[in-house]
């Protein structure tokens, strides 16, 4: 009997050439499946990055118009945790670089990072010191980066809101 135990100890000892190509094959089926799922996550990353952009320049926008309510008399700049931000109409410029007065707009107050440095790039700006000026910025990298942008219109008119508008369609 005590060899009978043995015996069938041996036998037991490990998996057999025949299962261990059954679970290769079997993983290497699971990972052609899984594969195409996760090819492209570097444009859902883009247009994530895009929308976050699009949540920064609208909350940003709000809270310069809300300090320049604070303030009265409808200031030509407010300052947001020290940096200085051109106002037209009660809300930021669409400056995308340093104003000659040393502000900035829309994306400094915003926190948006274009050029070498940032995930944008401005395309579209007639960015001045009229009202109703343009500002867009694209992801770097977008497969259709005009169907992957950002833009902000600065309000035309005094009681009026700027239009901020986000297409993520092809990133």
Known sequence: ??????????KEKGF?????????????????????????LGGE????TVQGAFGAIKSASAIAHSKAL???????SVDLEGQTVD??????????????AGNGGILDAAQVTTGTDGDFAVVD????????????????GATAPA??????????AAN????????????
């Open 1 to 10: 009997m005590n060899m009978m135990n043995q015996m069938a100890a041996r």
């Open 16 to 40: 057999t050439l025949i299962e261990l190509v059954m679970v290769i094959v079997i993983l290497g089926i699971l990972a052609a499946f899984a594969l195409p799922r996760f090819a492209d």
């Open 45 to 48: 990353a883009r247009a994530a």
């Open 70 to 76: 604070a303030v009265g008399n409808s200031p030509a």
């Open 87 to 100: 106002m037209i109409n009660d809300y930021p410029q669409a400056l995308d670089v340093t104003g000659a």
């Open 125 to 140: 700006t007639n960015a001045g010191a009229t009202a109703g000026d343009v500002i867009v910025i694209q992801a770097k």
């Open 147 to 156: 169907n992957c942008q950002v833009s902000y219109t600065e309000p035309a």
């Open 160 to 171: 009026t809101a700027p239009t901020i508008t986000v297409d993520v369609t092809d990133c």
